[in-house]
């Protein structure tokens, strides 16, 4: 599976941004999805998972309440929305997609996850 991570940019806080996910591959269904992000000088950090069907969605503390996952398995994308932006969220964004067993257990482990796109930016003025 290749991902392709796109819509990030520079938002003054309060703003929006919608992230998106695009996989090539087969069985997209069949894959959690994760969202995770790196500011400079720090380690990579959970932000936010899907599971298979969408049915269970899983966010950071920091970001609940403002961040909504959501995937379309006809269009093989996941969507990472993100309201009222701090500029302590401005960090590189990345999706990321596994199918691993225990997901319910591990869904905030970077190394559960087989699968990482490129990722995007993500700015946010003050």
């Known amino acids: 599976v290749q991902l392709q991570a796109s819509g990030g940019g520079l938002v003054q806080a309060r703003g929006s941004l919608s992230l998106s996910c695009a996989a090539c591959g087969r069985s997209f269904c069949t894959y959690a999805m994760g969202w995770f992000r790196q500011a400079p000088g720090k380690e990579r950090e959970f932000v936010a998972a899907s599971s298979w069907i969408g049915g269970n969605a899983y966010y950071a503390d920091s970001v609940k309440g403002r961040f909504t996952i959501s995937r379309d398995n006809a269009k093989n994308t996941a969507y990472l929305q993100t309201n009222s932006l701090k500029p302590e969220d401005t960090a590189v964004y990345y999706c990321?997609?596994?199918?691993?067993?225990?997901?319910?257990?591990?869904?905030?482990?970077?190394?559960?996850?087989?699968?990482w796109g490129q990722g995007t930016q993500v700015t946010v003025s003050s």
């Open positions: 990321a997609a596994g199918r691993r067993g225990d997901f319910r257990s591990n869904y905030f482990r970077n190394n559960w996850y087989d699968y």
